[in-house]
């Protein structure tokens, strides 16, 4: 069964430090790889996504790195704020174009004031 | 725009009850999908619609499930009956129509508690 790996479980990091949340896939056929934060009682919203046409993606503060030849993506928040506490999850199709996700475990972040 | 709608927000039954959960998709999408959350298995897709039409009911785990959308402005999960094992959050996630190549975007509800005793 394909799967999309998704490390920490949760991470605690001090305001102003750097939050890494590490994604790894199997299914080489993945052509769309988005991010996705959810807040308590939330549905999951749309952060930020990459195609692995490119290695690196930056929105703001939040930045996707690309490892095609590894299969891993990652996630980096910089200069993580207590607004950015919350649940992070990692996705990617089934197949290439499709409406199908893989989603991950999650990582629930923590940040310190 | 208000979003994807979901109601109930929690709903909490007996088990062997019937449980009806309901979902109104952002105007315009015509894509529509169930989730179910929990923190066992995650994020799981349930069934897909696309223009109203069921394309994808894989995920739904049993027969105890169905999924209907008469139009492009509702939808409804049903558990009949419910069991103890069904308690978890049901998200409702709609896509724009004909979402451009890079653009897959999802717009999840707020979700429902469902808690079966």
Redesign the interface.
């Known amino acids: 069964q394909q799967q999309v790996k998704q490390s920490p479980q949760s991470l605690i990091v001090q305001k102003g430090g750097i939050s890494i949340i590490n994604c790894a896939y199997e299914n080489t056929a993945f052509d769309y790889f988005p991010w996705y934060q959810q807040f308590p009682g939330k549905g999951p919203a749309l952060l930020i996504a990459i195609r692995p046409d490119v290695s690196e993606k930056q929105e703001g503060r939040f930045t996707i790195s690309f490892n095609k030849s590894a299969k891993q993506f990652s996630l980096h928040i910089m200069d993580s704020q207590p607004g950015d506490s919350a649940t992070y999850f990692c996705a990617a199709p089934t197949t290439s174009g499709t409406y199908k996700y893989i989603f991950g475990t999650g990582t629930r972040l923590k940040v310190l004031a | 725009d208000a979003g994807?709608i979901q109601s109930p927000r929690h709903e909490v039954t007996e088990m062997g009850q019937e449980v009806t959960l309901r979902c109104k998709p952002i105007s315009g999408h015509n894509?529509l999908?169930w989730y179910r959350q929990t923190m066992m298995r995650?994020?799981e897709?349930l069934i897909?619609f696309?223009n109203n039409v069921p394309?994808?009911d894989s995920g739904m785990p049993e027969d105890r499930f169905s999924a209907k959308m008469p139009n492009a402005s509702f939808s409804t999960l049903k558990i009949q009956p419910s069991e103890p094992r069904d308690s978890a959050v049901y998200?409702c996630?709609s896509?724009a129509r004909d979402s451009p190549?890079?653009n897959?975007?999802?717009?999840?509800?707020?979700?429902t508690q469902l808690s079966v005793l």
């Open positions: 994807v894509s999908f995650g994020l897709l897909y696309n394309i994808d998200f996630a896509r190549l890079g897959e975007k999802l717009f999840f509800g707020s979700g």
